[in-house]
């Protein structure tokens, strides 16, 4: 095997580590948006329950079933901290809590975006070397087929020329 054969598919392998960081970054950022829509709307659902004016709100329990319910009290919540463990916090802290970590979210889907562009730089530079090389190697097989026909009809000629 020749250096550039060598050299394409040590390219060739590292496109495809590149490729499976690139969709394992995808995945990631899609998580870390829906997060940061949860928290969102959680930090909005906070606020609003606080304001309500209604006598009576509709809880979601799942499978499209809501329960009709007085609204709840809203200056203080349970905050989850991780490892099922929750602490109960004022709305005002609550508010806070969820703000911070929205930023956070924003804050690491940009580095992700970042990471993902830098791949995708990578992943096409690569493509276009492999491609070069493809057309390289497409070029010399034609160059060879076009050589062996020339030599094929030269014998057939010389072949025809020869008394029998």
Do not use: C, H, W, Y
């Amino acid at each position: 095997m020749s250096s550039e054969e060598e050299r394409m598919n040590r390219l060739l392998a590292e496109s495809r580590l590149l490729e499976s960081t690139f969709n394992e970054l995808t995945n990631r950022q899609g998580m870390l948006e829906r997060m940061l829509i949860e928290s969102r709307t959680s930090l909005q659902t906070i606020k609003e329950i606080a304001s309500a004016t209604t006598d009576e709100v509709l809880i979601p329990v799942g499978a499209g079933i809501l329960l009709r319910a007085s609204p709840p009290k809203a200056d203080k919540v349970l905050v989850g901290i991780g490892a099922n463990v929750v602490v109960e916090k004022s709305k005002e802290e609550a508010e806070k809590t969820l703000e911070g970590m929205s930023k956070d979210l924003e804050e690491n889907i940009i580095t992700i975006l970042s990471q993902r562009n830098q791949i995708a730089q990578r992943l096409e530079a690569d493509r276009r070397v492999l491609q070069s090389f493809i057309d390289r190697q497409e070029q010399a097989q034609q160059a060879q087929q076009a050589q062996q026909a020339q030599q094929a009809q030269q014998a057939q000629q010389a072949q025809k020329g020869q008394p029998r």
